[in-house]
């Protein structure tokens, strides 16, 4: 579980580019759960407790935050296995920090999805228990890097996956003893994988498994001006995915160069209004496929920061949904996301 040093596919950040695009908060009111943002201190790319605070704090009404795994802070030494209890314990110490109420009424990282090598097959045992007590019983889940493309032009991640990693018997062993344990997966997977998905899905009923950034629809390298044929693709490997009660989707991750929509081109940043027409296609047959209490809006911050900003893009959610009643609201931007991750009700005050 080493890191070797690769370059970053990440859309850079640039704040002054940001700063162009100031939008009026709307529904400020509303009550959010951010379930899907990373913290990392890399070689020209710092996001911590501070970037974080600025972010959820321009105006929308953020409770809590979910922390994903994102190879941040692992230990220096020790066994390879265990080096990855660094995070858990550096997104441990961030919520602690914010729980001191000290930065605010925010609780950020008042839930963490770790790493644990899955392909251990039954070993990975111990290690879950490790993380839960690192954790402080903070920990939900586990993520492993398993969105893959045979095409090196398709590539989210700066430590490439291996191939096939979601239909590996051992890793489908790994995935079924978090159930013991009460913990979910999280699955970051293309639309090219999504069968991939399902069998998982399907193979762990009891398995609560939570599919990240909408499915991945891509729209780079040789899928950039194909969007109605990809869509066609994904949309019906998503309807087959959501047979499967046990299954959860995120509703964001759209701003990442894999995708294809190009915002990091334009002169100015995208506004709301742009961001809801490019992606209501995608939103909307999630929240109709799967539902309401299955879906949760996401911001994958920083990650997706290349392409707008935190405020415009959760005003552009907000538009998405603003024919939905008050129920359904509550579930995309704060219940579905506390129920799935069963985070505490102080973190939600």
């Not at 990650?303 to 900003?309: H, M, N, R």
Request: aromatic share 8%; with cysteine.
């Amino acid at each position: 579980m080493s890191v070797p040093k690769h370059s970053s596919p990440h859309i850079p950040v640039r704040e002054d580019w940001l700063a162009q695009v100031r939008e009026e908060i709307l529904d400020p009111s509303l009550p959010i759960v951010d379930p899907h943002h990373h913290l990392w201190d890399r070689p020209g790319s710092r996001y911590l407790l501070d970037e974080l605070l600025r972010d959820t704090g321009s105006g929308h009404d953020v409770r809590a935050t979910v922390y994903v795994q994102a190879r941040g802070m692992y230990r220096a030494g020790g066994p390879e296995d265990l080096r990855s209890l660094g995070e858990t314990e550096f997104a441990n110490g961030v919520a602690a920090q914010s729980a001191s109420g000290l930065y605010g009424p925010i609780r950020a990282c008042a839930g963490i999805v770790g790493m644990v090598d899955l392909m251990l097959g039954d070993a990975v045992a111990p290690l879950l228990e490790q993380h839960l007590r690192a954790g402080g019983d903070r920990f939900r889940g586990i993520r492993n890097q398993t969105a893959w493309h045979e095409l090196p032009e398709i590539n989210s991640n700066p430590v490439p996956p291996r191939k096939g990693l979601l239909s590996e018997p051992a890793f489908l062993r790994g995935a079924g003893r978090l159930r013991e344990y009460g913990l979910s997966l999280d699955v970051w997977a293309y639309h090219t994988q999504l069968d991939e998905v399902t069998a998982l899905a399907r193979a762990l009923p009891d398995l609560p498994v939570i599919l990240d950034h909408a499915g991945g629809p891509l729209g780079a390298g040789p899928y950039a001006g194909r969007r109605d044929e990809v869509f066609a693709e994904w949309s019906a490997r998503m309807r087959h995915l959501a047979q499967c009660p046990n299954v959860t989707v995120k509703l964001g991750g759209l701003g990442m160069a894999v995708n294809g929509f190009g915002f990091e081109q334009q002169p100015l940043p995208p506004g709301s209004e742009q961001l809801a027409k490019a992606w209501r296609p995608y939103i909307e047959f999630c929240i109709e496929t799967f539902g309401p209490t299955r879906c949760m809006f996401e911001s994958n911050f920083p990650v997706d920061k290349g392409s707008y900003g935190y405020a415009v893009l959760w005003n552009a959610f907000k538009r998405l949904v603003s024919g939905a009643s008050a129920d359904e609201k509550s579930a995309l931007f704060s219940a579905t996301a506390t129920r799935v991750y069963r985070l505490q009700p102080e973190s939600m005050s």
